[in-house]
């Protein structure tokens, strides 16, 4: 087993992101309660390792709009409002749904629910630090969420995958496990290239690096493109946490990654003290407006 990987038994701190599409049956948008199941399982066996975990997921908006029988089409007609209330009432089902299952495994889950202003206020900042480090030391599993039913285009996060990357180097964590439909990084679109080669490894985050990313997943709903997830190592790394990118198709990869095997693409940690993440977070939001 290689010795990077094999470090990942150590770690501490781990958050794990997953994404709504990763969480519905593709064929009706309503829950997949079997993955769920496997994905709480699989956290609180991380969990009863001593570890601390934190769970990112989306699913609000998706849920939401399915509770109240919303069309696609319904939902263009006034994207921002119904979206919001859509989350409002899908964050709560959603929480409901972890909650029961969380239990299951005798373990309690918490809900945290944020915006930019949690990164770029140094109250805010403060305060949801503080409250991730006493849940930890209650043994609680933090969920969390971007706060969708407040949060308008200027002050969101915009996409799980950059908010989980918040949330690693908000709270120290030293691991970010991003789900997704697809197994890590590729040096170009293996859709559309079938040269395309897998990177198993990123030391550092180069320019070049970074353009690899293309705008989309192809996924239907959820927001985070490979470029999304790029920003995300940048900041999980300069924040001091190795980032992991792996196919959420079996998701009890995560103790396989844990147990230090080769799945997906790993971002080494490349701790940047300089590193302004309000700065990265507004130059995000403007590459996307333009
Ligand atoms: N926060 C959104 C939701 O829960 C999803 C954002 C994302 O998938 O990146 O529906």
């Not at 908006?61 to 209330?85: D, L, S």
């Not at 480090?133 to 043994?139: A, N, T, V």
């Not at 103790?255 to 990265?280: E, K, Q, V």
């Amino acid at each position: 087993m290689n010795e990077i990987r094999k470090a990942m038994r150590d770690k501490k701190r781990i958050v794990v992101k997953i994404g709504s599409s990763s969480l519905q049956h593709a064929q009706t948008g309503d829950l997949d309660y079997i993955r769920l199941d496997v994905l709480v399982r699989e956290l609180c066996n991380i969990k009863n390792q001593g570890k601390d975990v934190v769970l990112v997921t989306s699913g609000a908006i998706a849920q939401g709009r399915k509770a109240v029988h919303m069309t696609a089409a319904q939902m263009q007609e006034n994207p921002v409002a119904v979206k919001q209330a859509c989350a409002a009432v899908g964050q709560a089902r959603l929480m409901m749904t972890y909650q029961k299952i969380f239990a299951e495994y005798n373990q309690v889950a918490a809900q945290i629910l944020m915006t930019r202003h949690t990164v770029d206020d140094d109250n805010n900042r403060q305060n949801a630090q503080n409250t991730f480090e006493e849940l930890f030391k209650m043994g609680v599993i933090p969920i969390v969420n971007e706060n969708d039913t407040v949060a308008t285009h200027e002050i969101g996060i915009g996409d799980n995958d950059t908010l989980s990357a918040v949330v690693a180097s908000m709270i120290g964590a030293d691991l970010l496990i991003l789900l997704s439909d697809i197994d890590g990084l590729y040096t170009d679109d293996p859709h559309s290239n079938p040269e395309a080669v897998f990177v198993e490894v990123v030391k550092r985050l180069d320019d070049s690096l970074m353009r690899m990313g293309k705008g989309s997943t192809g996924s239907q709903v959820g927001t985070g493109g490979m470029s999304t997830k790029l920003g995300a190592a940048k900041i999980a790394t300069a924040g001091g946490a190795d980032m992991i990118i792996a196919n959420s198709a079996d998701i009890r990869i995560l103790h396989r990654i844990m147990d230090g095997r080769n799945y997906g693409t790993l971002f080494l940690a490349d701790p940047d003290t300089g590193f302004d993440l309000s700065a990265f977070l507004a130059k995000m939001h403007e590459g996307k407006e333009s």
